[in-house]
C-alpha cells in the first residue's frame, strides 16, 4: 500500500507559478513511476505527466508541455510539479498517482492521493 498526499495548490493570477509536491509512505517510494493528472470541473480526467522511477525519463500532456516540469526526489519520497506560465484553462484539481509502469492513462496507477486545487484567475 501507497500513501500520497499533495500540497502546493492554491489561486495564482494568470501567468504565474506554483509548484505541487506529493510526498508518499508506505511501500518503497522508488518503486514506482508517479504520474500526475487533472480535472477540471465538467471535463475528463486529463493526463499532465509522468515520471520513470529513477526519474530519467518524463512525459507530458500536450497543454502542459513546455510549462510543467516533473521532477522527484526518491531520498525524500516525493515527486513535484513545477507548473509555469499559468492559464486559466490549467485550473483544476490536481492528482499524483503511482503506478508501476510509466504510464498515461489513469488505469496505469495503482495508488491516488486526494487531490489539490489549483485555481488560475485571469
Known amino acids: 500500500q501507497v500513501q500520497l498526499v499533495e500540497s502546493g495548490g492554491g489561486l495564482v493570477q494568470a501567468g504565474g507559478r506554483l509548484r505541487l509536491s506529493c510526498a508518499a509512505s508506505?511501500?518503497?517510494?522508488?518503486?514506482?513511476?508517479m504520474g500526475w493528472f487533472r480535472q477540471a470541473p465538467g471535463k475528463e480526467h486529463e493526463f499532465v505527466a509522468v515520471?520513470?522511477?529513477?526519474?530519467?525519463?518524463?512525459y507530458y500532456g500536450d497543454s502542459v508541455k513546455g510549462r510543467f516540469t516533473i521532477s522527484r526526489d526518491n531520498a525524500k519520497n516525493t515527486v513535484y510539479l513545477q507548473m509555469n506560465s499559468l492559464q486559466p484553462e490549467d485550473t483544476a484539481v490536481y492528482y499524483c498517482?503511482?503506478?508501476?509502469?510509466?504510464?498515461?492513462?489513469?488505469?496505469?496507477?495503482?495508488?491516488w492521493g486526494q487531490g489539490t486545487q489549483v485555481t488560475v484567475s485571469s
Open positions: 498517482a503511482a503506478g508501476q509502469y510509466v504510464s498515461v492513462i489513469n488505469d496505469g496507477y495503482n495508488y
Open positions: 508506505g511501500r518503497t517510494f522508488s518503486a514506482y513511476a
Open positions: 515520471i520513470s522511477r529513477g526519474g530519467r525519463e518524463s
